[in-house]
């Protein structure tokens, strides 16, 4: 009976695998159209979560569910709940994930009557995630434990990846201080690993990369070596010393060893294992193959690169043998073997092996090289042309400083990192996702730092300043590309000839989407149980946009040409045209971080000069506590601080800078944080904050994510306006006369006020400030509009007419968000009661909404905290609700960086308006608005005035 349980089993497990997707022997009414439909769900699900778009997968997978469970395809039901649970786990929304996978048991313990094989990897890839990121070592050992039960049940209990899971759970154990049940989990998985090594893996490439990543989970297993010594006796009692299946254990064995470190210990079995091959498979074998890699590979770890290298060469003429030279299979074998010469310092064999591996990866290379059209390669190619050029490209440095007098290599290092900076735009055209577009660019960061690097290196050689631009343009490269790509795109529509009712369609389309997307985050996110009957509605209405939407993007771009190409066109920064726009007073100053260096250019209209050098190590900290120390009023360490960052940051370039009257910040990393205004040239020692010689007193300081977003916004001209203020203060209070709207052309107009909101801070002084700033206005004989409290609305902040403002003033609350940047938003007074779509307005412009905007003005103040603040994204700068403003057509935002008191704000934004009446530029009203607050010496210290930054000019 057992067998034939065994059997049931086994072949329960086959119809969930098989290609003919047929369901369980169940009587149910069939439906092949549903079926259809529910497999085409399915398959778009698959390609959605291919390019990582896991929300939208999660909802055609919740479509198929539906007609699934209503057909009774139970096998393809409980593949479809796996696979929610693994997009789930790649989003790290674990709980959901949790949730999900113990629908998919359940659902297969009731209707399978087994378990899906696949349904235990999820378990345990959803364990790791729980013991590494969570630290939740119960629900880990939880997880693992169910994932053992089903393997446990279909593998049998001899199987590898049953001994893969008790050593994951020996991991956990060992960091919960469990030390005897890790010990125990550890046995039973070496244990398993020996008894069955006819199950061990064979792929030649498979065993390499597993020795390779030097990624172990395993801890040392010293304790245990008898207990392998003694199976692996007893195995080959029963096979012969020298059987294949013995060579494979011993070779495993040796992988194992080699990942702890015991490379001696380790040789000894892949050495056994290859002997063993030798005699029983022959010298030309493929896994004899395996063999010579394995050992080179341990030895390579071990550090003799010489030993290393004849045995992986021995590998690879194996292989050779039974390939043609560039073969595909070759590709990985050229890649190693150049990685060792590398290590070995014979460079040029690794360059040529690195080029042959190139060659391998396509087989039309000689007629077409691989690199003259990146377009017609995938995404995978490119991923892996972008890692071989990289080892090229570094291999060239490596050269270079073994023998200096090889500077023809420094040129060679940044023509091949030039190359991988083309490669790297083509990829970024290939990701949809933008969310992706941001993980990617920090992937980036490293290469276009050491590429940086190189053009200074030769600059600093030759003395030509082509080296000095190019060295810019790589520093360019690396920051903000998402934005800049999206402001291209946003430009694209405008100028590529599209008719307006396919712009209006694409703006409606695109608004529906952001809306939903909020809706949808909005409510998962909410403390109490979410309203999962709100959110599948809210996810069926975002998805049909988002297909249509697609859909309607790929007929811009194959119908109208000069849009694709405007939208994907790379445009290094126009150095010439960028000096010639700076005013004569200006100097823009674009810093780049990489590790242990600090690079400054400096452009005027007269030159472009970089000055590198090194940090102290405390430095990257520094720059945060001079931030915290801001914040909590530490006074004297703020003014030690600021003194020691002005020496870092300002310093190096006084003398290319002294003669000028503003700059313009281009930061980097955790340089976003830090208001330059606030550095100071002496440290005085004293509390007296009037006196402190602030960066502020010499200039009027601007910021901008790169040169050339600042370039594209100076590029725009504002036109002459109806209205050339309006400014929103909900105040959030309840006053006699609340809801009135004031105008410099008419009097004061009172209005029907709605229910006050108690759910922020009430901000009394919010209402004088715009109250005054509308009076100013006034007295220049400008026009301006107040809304005030109810009146204060997102509806009304929404209107079409918002493009006719030059300014725009917001002084409210904002919510800050550091892992969801789109859940971050300004605080306007709720909307009164409506029906319909508009019910959905909740009084919060969030941070999609406002992509989605028309505005043409000149300047957005956002009179609140922490609007400049969000989520720092490497490769991309702070991901904030600024990005937001400057792609709906905004030239200049002032945001803060840290939550600010309402009565020195008010005074600080009254004297900034008094200033740009008066004709001031934009940085110099900031400016001398800055300078009256430091005057009085209960607002000078940089608190209360150094927070609030102008991003543009």
């Known amino acids: 009976m057992a067998g034939k349980k065994l ?135 939880e997880l693992y434990n169910k994932a053992l039960e089903i393997e446990l049940e279909i593998l049998g209990k001899n199987h590898p990846d049953v001994a893969k899971t008790y050593n994951k759970m020996a991991l956990v154990y060992w960091n919960k201080g469990d030390s005897r049940s890790a010990e125990e989990c550890y046995n039973k998985s070496f244990l398993i690993k020996l008894k069955n090594a006819a199950t061990a893996r064979e792929d030649l490439s498979n065993n390499y990369k597993y020795i390779d990543q030097e990624n172990v989970e395993i801890g040392t297993f010293e304790t245990e070596k008898r207990s392998y010594l003694k199976t692996l006796a007893r195995h080959m009692e029963i096979y012969g010393l020298n059987h294949p299946l013995v060579a494979t ?70 292989k050779s043998n039974q390939f043609e030279e560039y073969h595909r299979e070759m590709a990985d074998s050229y890649f190693q073997v150049g990685k060792t010469y590398q290590q070995l310092l014979r460079f040029q064999e690794a360059l040529d092996h690195y080029e042959k591996c190139i060659q391998s990866m396509s087989p039309n290379f000689f007629r077409s090289p691989i690199y003259a059209d990146l377009g017609k390669m995938d995404t995978h190619q490119k991923n892996k042309l972008l890692k071989i050029l990289t080892a090229k490209a570094e291999t060239y440095l490596m050269r270079y400083r073994f023998e200096p007098e090889r500077q023809d290599d420094l040129h060679y ?91 209006e369609k694409e703006k409606k389309l695109k608004l529906e989407l952001s809306l939903y997307n909020t809706y949808i985050e909005k409510e998962q996110e909410k403390s109490k149980t979410p309203n999962q009957e709100k959110i599948a509605g809210f996810e069926e209405e975002y998805f049909k946009r988002k297909e249509e939407y697609s859909q309607f993007i790929k007929f811009l771009e194959e119908n109208y040409e000069k849009y694709y190409q405007l939208k994907y066109k790379s445009t290094p920064l126009p150095l010439v045209k ?237 919510l800050k968000h550091n892992d969801k940047s789109n859940l971050a938003g300004l605080v306007f007074s709720p909307s009164p009661a409506k029906t319909g779509k508009d019910a959905r307005e909740d009084g919060i412009l969030y941070s999609d909404e406002i992509y989605n905007l028309q505005l043409d003005a000149r300047l957005v103040v956002l009179s609140s905290c922490e609007s400049g603040v969000g989520k720092l994204v490497q490769g991309e700068g702070m991901i904030a609700l600024a990005r937001g403003f400057f792609y709906a057509g905004v030239q200049n935002i002032i945001f803060s960086l840290w939550k600010v008191e309402d009565r020195s704000t008010a005074s600080l934004m009254i004297e900034l308006y008094k200033k740009i009446l008066a004709g001031y530029s934009l940085p110099d009203s900031l400016r001398q608005a800055k300078l009256k607050l430091i005057q009085d010496k209960f607002t000078a210290f940089p608190k209360y005035w150094s927070g609030f930054l102008l991003m543009g000019e």
């Open 7 to 141: 059997i049931v089993l086994f072949m329960g497990f086959l119809l969930l695998v098989s290609i003919d997707n047929c369901a369980p022997r169940i009587k149910t009414q069939f439906n092949r159209s549903n079926s259809r439909l529910s497999d085409s769900y399915t398959i778009k699900a698959e390609n959605l979560a291919h390019e990582a778009q896991y929300s939208g997968a999660n909802f055609y997978l919740k479509k198929a569910i539906q007609l699934y469970r209503e057909s009774g395809e139970w096998v393809k039901l409980v593949k479809c709940f796996i696979q929610m649970g693994n997009n789930y786990r790649e989003r790290e929304e674990f709980s959901q994930a949790y949730q999900t996978l113990g629908t998919a048991l359940n659902l297969a313990l009731q209707h399978l009557a087994h378990k899906p094989l696949n349904m235990a990897k999820s378990f345990s890839k959803l364990a790791f995630k729980f013991f590494h990121q969570k630290k939740d070592y119960d629900r880990a050992l």
């Open 249 to 318: 254990i011993h070779e495993n064995l040796g992988i194992l060893m080699a990942y702890e470190g015991i490379y001696e210990q380790a040789l000894q079995h892949l050495n056994r294992s290859l002997s063993i091959r030798l005699k029983a498979l022959g010298k030309d074998h493929l896994k004899t193959a395996s063999s010579y890699h394995n050992i080179g590979v341990c030895l390579r770890l071990k550090g003799d690169y010489e030993n290393a290298l004849r045995s992986l060469v021995l590998a690879q003429v194996i």
């Open 413 to 503: 290092a940044l023509s091949t990192y030039l190359l991988a900076s083309r490669l790297i735009d083509s990829l970024r055209n290939d990701f949809k996702s933008e969310s992706y577009k941001m993980f990617f660019a920090g992937k980036c960061v490293e290469i276009f730092s050491n590429a940086l690097e190189t053009a200074l290196k030769l600059y600093k050689l030759t003395g030509n300043v082509e080296f000095k631009n190019q060295a810019l343009v790589l520093s360019e490269k690396s920051k903000a590309a998402a934005l800049a790509e999206a402001v291209s795109e946003s430009k694209a529509k405008q100028f590529a000839g599209i008719p307006v009712y396919l712009l």
């Open 578 to 814: 960028l000096q010639e726009t700076l005013p004569t007073d200006t100097a823009m100053v674009e810093y780049f971080l990489s590790p242990g260096k600090l690079h400054i250019f400096v452009i005027t209209r007269d030159i472009m000069e970089v000055i590198s050098q090194e940090p102290a190590p405390d430095f990257p900290d520094q720059l945060e506590d001079f931030y915290t120390a801001i914040k909590k009023i530490e006074e004297k360490k703020a003014l030690a601080l600021g003194h020691l960052l002005y020496k870092a940051l300002i310093t190096p370039i006084e003398k290319y800078i002294s003669s000028k009257k503003r700059l313009i910040i281009i930061p980097h990393g955790r340089l976003y944080y830090i208001p330059f205004e606030a550095l100071c040239s002496k440290n005085l020692g004293n509390n007296d904050f009037s006196r402190v010689d602030f960066l502020i007193h010499h200039y009027a300081v601007s910021y901008h994510y790169s040169a050339n977003l600042w370039l594209s916004t100076m590029s725009q001209r504002f036109g002459a306006k109806e209205s050339s203020f309006i400014g929103f203060a909900p105040v959030f209070s309840n006053p006699f006369n609340p809801g009135f709207v004031l105008s410099t052309a008419q009097p004061l107009q009172h209005r029907q006020a709605g229910e006050a909101t108690t759910d922020y801070p009430e901000l009394p002084a919010t209402e004088k400030e715009l109250e005054v700033i509308i009076e100013l206005f006034k007295k220049y004989r400008k026009n301006a509009l107040g809304y005030f409290h109810q009146q204060a609305s997102e509806d009304n902040f929404k209107s079409p007419g918002m493009k006719d403002f030059n300014f725009i003033h917001i002084a409210t609350h904002s």
